[in-house]
């Protein structure tokens, strides 16, 4: 069982910029990150590829936030910036435990989450 360890979160003004980290405890491929707001559903933010060859967004944040993998490829980063009051939510990490195709979000494991409050 892999444990996805996130970290990075906390308070800052609209404007500002964060970076959230992940560290997973064993190998990992295809990895992701989410957010859920307060009575909200959980969706989705951004996906990397286990090559970090093929990225997505979801239109939200596209252009603001950037994901990335370590170079030990098993920590990935997302980076918040220009960062607005509706992006406040706890942020997870997914990841995915095998290899699958570079597109595919079937992810087996998942982190705790970290705060991300953004005020106006």
């Known amino acids: 069982q892999v444990q996805l360890v996130e970290s990075g979160g906390g308070l800052v003004q609209a404007g500002g910029s964060l970076r959230l980290s992940c560290a997973a405890s064993?190998?990992?491929?295809?990895m992701g990150w989410f957010r859920q707001a307060p009575g909200k559903e959980r969706e989705f933010v951004a996906h990397i590829s286990w090559t970090g060859g093929s990225t997505s967004y979801a239109d939200s944040v596209k252009g603001r936030f950037t994901i990335s993998r370590g170079n030990a490829n098993n920590t990935v980063y997302l980076q918040l910036n220009s960062l607005k009051p509706e992006d406040t939510a706890v942020y997870y990490c997914?990841?995915?435990?095998?290899?699958?195709?570079?597109?595919?979000?079937?992810?087996?494991?998942w982190g705790q989450g970290t705060q991300v409050t953004v005020s106006s």
């Open positions: 064993g190998r990992t491929f295809n």
């Open positions: 997914a990841a995915e435990g095998r290899v699958k195709p570079p597109t595919s979000r079937q992810y087996d494991y």
